[in-house]
């Protein structure tokens, strides 16, 4: 297990983290984002995105469970939100085996919803606010090295 600690006491220190996390993705795609509400986590998916030369704004998926993005040579990330599901079966009805399982980056914000339909592998992503909320603190740990 590699954890990787990053404290971030400014949102111009996120190109950073995102840097090293898109790194950790080469190796596993599943990555997901774990934090309260407001921690951060569409924030720093944003970032990814736009590193990976998304050019379609990440914004949070409020609509829909999984939103697809694609930069322009068709290379696509899945970005999800569990968070409004109530019930496990909203995710088999949106088919997210055939998400998970595509080899695509697949950025999750609030996997504990769907804990038990995780792959063994992933990358977990864990964020919590520091100093009175302006500050964060972003653990990243990769199942293998
Ligand atoms: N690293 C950071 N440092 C300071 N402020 C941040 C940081 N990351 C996010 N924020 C701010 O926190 C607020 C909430 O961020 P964001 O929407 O990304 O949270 P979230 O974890 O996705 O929340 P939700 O669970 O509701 O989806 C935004 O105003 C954002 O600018
Ligand atoms: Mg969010």
């Known amino acids: ?4 600690v ?3 006491s400014h949102l111009s220190q ?8 898109i790194g950790m993705l080469q190796k596993s795609p599943i990555m997901a984002f774990y934090g309260e509400m ?7 998916i944003k970032e990814i995105c ?14 829909s469970i999984v939103n697809e993005y694609a930069d322009s040579k068709g290379n696509i990330i899945y970005h999800f939100d569990f968070y409004r599901i109530t019930r496990l079966e909203e995710a088999f009805d949106i088919g997210y085996e055939y998400y998970f399982y595509s080899g695509f980056p697949c950025l999750i914000e609030w996997p504990e ?3 038990q339909l995780l792959p063994k592998l992933f990358v977990k992503v864990s964020i919590s606010t520091t100093d ?12 293998i090295t």
């Open 1 to 4: 297990m590699t954890k990787q």
């Open 6 to 8: 990053f404290k971030v």
């Open 14 to 21: 996120l190109p950073e983290v995102a840097s090293v996390l």
């Open 38 to 44: 407001g921690a951060g986590k569409t924030t720093l």
């Open 50 to 63: 736009h590193q990976l030369g998304i050019t379609d704004q990440a914004s949070s998926p409020t609509f």
């Open 113 to 115: 919803k769907i804990e």
């Open 132 to 143: 009175g909320h302006e500050g964060r603190l972003i653990e990243a740990e990769m199942p």
